[in-house]
């Protein structure tokens, strides 16, 4: 079984999503990416998070986007 992407403990960073096993939060990806940054200056900002997580993480949100869309 693989490990999650993304965990919450009440410990780390009081709950706040965060790539498993750092203490990086998840929303840190999102406003990178809404700022303009790249996905390439993300991680090279925060090395403790794989790109393979990365867009793990951006997956798994479209994942769940996609399954509350409604059709038009």
Known sequence: MEKPIIQ???KIQGGAPVFTGTRVPVKNLFDYLEAGET???????FPAVERVK????????R???DAN????
Do not use: C, S, W, Y
């Not at 990365?54 to 949100?61: C, R």
């Not at 869309?69 to 038009?72: D, I, S």
């Open 8 to 10: 919450k403990n009440p």
């Open 39 to 45: 996905l390439e200056q993300f991680v090279l900002d």
């Open 54 to 61: 990365a867009i793990a993480a951006l997956e798994i949100a």
């Open 63 to 65: 994942a769940a986007l």
């Open 69 to 72: 869309a409604h059709p038009a």
